[in-house]
């Protein structure tokens, strides 16, 4: 019989002991080790021993009473010890983990069925990735060979994503955020001085504190926490250099910021930052349009209407985006008045020099139109002038061109002048001419029978034929009588006229006579 393993199959002596005859029996000594039955069961000697021992044959003819016994050795080989300690659990970050150590005897082969194991005990963790996982161990002793069975744990490594600002403008805080797998929270911290609101939050905003500021930067540090038993990875961490970018000042400088409409106003914008700045003003002005807003250092600004305007500025790091708003300022525009007036008569004549002038002045605040302060100038050779709302002057009985003024003047400095002339003249004059011809042949002003007058002020002419018949009236000295009557040429005659005029001075003048119609 070939040499058995420890760990075979029991051998059935009835096949493969080629005993003769067929029948006999199958025994052992006292102490021998192996026969179970008819065969030899290995697993009967001591464990990784082996061993040899004997078994004997023994067949009689029936009846015969005469025993023979035949016996041979036999061979158990010792099998090997294999065993597999336990595996101490590994993170998925090992790279690659030997586990040679935890197999006994040394010199067996690995294996797996699911993790990535060299014959050498290399295990791939990476590549195998987190989970419990089978590993066999296989050591041959003999030609015997033994397997042992265990398992490796990979523990999976926390990921961490952080969203950190990179900058932030001073004075704002920080919003972070992390999220993670394989851990059960994280922490954060910081090298500078600020505060977190709460520095176990996933999402936690951080306050920057003096330092910071000063210091125009800080470092944040966050890591994963893990309440895992017998935790082997190590946790996921990010730092994060963050920088601080100061906010420029700015400021407005206005000149001037009070005053009578229009008003225009210059504006300055000041900032410590003027090499990278962008500015955006509105001067509070909507009904100037497309002009109320302005990005340059300076602007002019021109207020139309009186009121109270509120001016803005925002510099902003075109750089950094950061930006100030500056301290608004303020813009008084107080109404100027529209200084205009009439006069009773703007022609007259020595014997009407008496002038009585209307005050037409406007303002946007029309209450207050008769506060204002008024000044006349009446433009004769005294200077003479009056303070009155709707004064009446006379003048001296001397003809000439008089450039009569109103100044308006409000509380607050804001002033508008009007300038109208007067022509006072000799006393009144009238022209008749004795005869016409509308007829088209003569000179053209002969064409029509006109008056000429001057220094009047109301005028009314009627023609007369021979029978009394009125074949012309008008009160328009410019109109003159065409020789039309009654749709048809005058006949050529002498028609009687009757003129009545008025002077400035209303003295009633009448003059009559006649005018010859040629034809």
């Known amino acids: 019989l070939p040499p058995l393993c420890q760990n075979g199959t029991p051998a059935d002596l009835t096949l493969v ?57 036999f061979t158990i080989k010792p099998i090997p010890n294999t065993q597999i300690a336990s595996i101490p659990k590994v993170c998925q970050d090992a790279g690659f983990n030997n586990i040679s150590s935890y197999g006994t005897p040394s010199g067996g082969i690995w294996s797996s069925t699911a993790a990535t194991l ?42 961490l994503t952080v969203v950190v600002p990179p900058a932030a403008c001073e004075g704002e805080p920080f919003n972070l955020s992390a999220s993670y797998t394989a851990a059960t929270g994280v922490q954060w911290s910081s090298q500078g001085d600020g505060s977190f609101n709460n520095s176990a939050a996933n999402a936690p905003v951080y306050t920057p504190g003096s330092q910071d500021n000063a210091s125009q930067g800080f470092v944040i540090t966050v890591f994963t926490t893990n309440t895992i038993a017998n935790d082997v990875c190590a946790p996921a961490s ?3 250099n963050v920088e601080i970018h100061p906010i420029p000042s700015a400021d407005i400088i206005g000149n001037p910021l009070e005053g009578c409409e229009p008003l225009p106003v210059d504006f300055t914008a000041l900032t410590d930052q003027a090499a990278d700045a962008d500015y955006t003003w509105n001067f509070g002005d909507p009904a100037s349009g497309a002009n109320n807003t302005g990005t340059n ?14 001016v803005t500025l925002r510099v902003t790091n075109n750089k950094t985006s950061c930006f100030r708003d500056a301290n608004p300022v303020q813009v008084l525009v107080h109404p100027t008045p529209d200084a205009d007036f009439k006069m009773s008569r703007k022609v007259t004549t020595v014997a009407a020099t008496d002038i009585k002038l209307i005050n037409l002045t406007r303002i946007d605040q029309p209450a207050i139109a008769r506060d204002l302060d008024y000044t006349w100038e009446f433009g004769d050779a005294q200077n003479s002038t009056s303070k009155a709302f709707n004064p009446a002057f006379e003048y001296p009985t001397d003809t000439g061109l008089y450039i009569v003024t109103l100044t308006a003047v409000t509380e607050h400095g804001c002033r508008s002048v009007h300038t109208d002339s007067l022509i006072i003249g000799p006393d009144i004059t009238v022209f008749i001419p004795n005869a016409f011809s509308p007829n088209l042949y003569g000179p053209e002003r002969n064409n029509r029978f006109y008056v000429n007058a001057e220094g009047y002020e109301t005028f009314e002419i009627s023609i007369f034929s021979r029978w009394g018949e009125k074949v012309y009236y008008s009160t328009d000295i410019t109109e003159g009588w065409d020789g039309i009557f009654k749709g048809e040429p005058a006949q050529q005659d002498v028609y009687m006229y009757v003129v009545n005029v008025t002077s400035f001075a209303g003295k009633p003048y009448t003059f009559s006579g006649t005018i010859t119609l040629l034809r």
């Not at 005859?21 to 030899?40: D, H, R």
Request: glycine fraction near 14%; charged fraction near 10%.
């Open 297 to 310: 250092t300076k602007m002019t600004h021109e207020y139309g209407q009186q009121g109270n305007y509120t």
């Open 17 to 73: 002991a080629g005993a003769s005859p067929f029948g006999g029996t199958w025994t052992q000594k006292i102490g021998g080790l192996g026969l179970q039955g008819t065969s030899i069961n290995p697993a009967l000697f001591p464990a990784f021993t082996g061993g040899t021992s004997y078994v004997y044959y023994t067949y009689d003819i029936p009846g015969n009473n005469c025993p023979v016994t035949d016996s041979f050795q």
């Open 118 to 159: 060299s014959a050498s005990g290399q295990v791939d963790v990476t590549a195998t990735g987190p989970g419990v996982f089978p590993v066999n161990y296989s050591v041959t002793l003999n030609g015997c060979k033994v397997d042992a069975a265990n398992s490796i744990e990979i523990q999976e490594s926390p990921t």
């Open 238 to 240: 990010r730092n994060f």
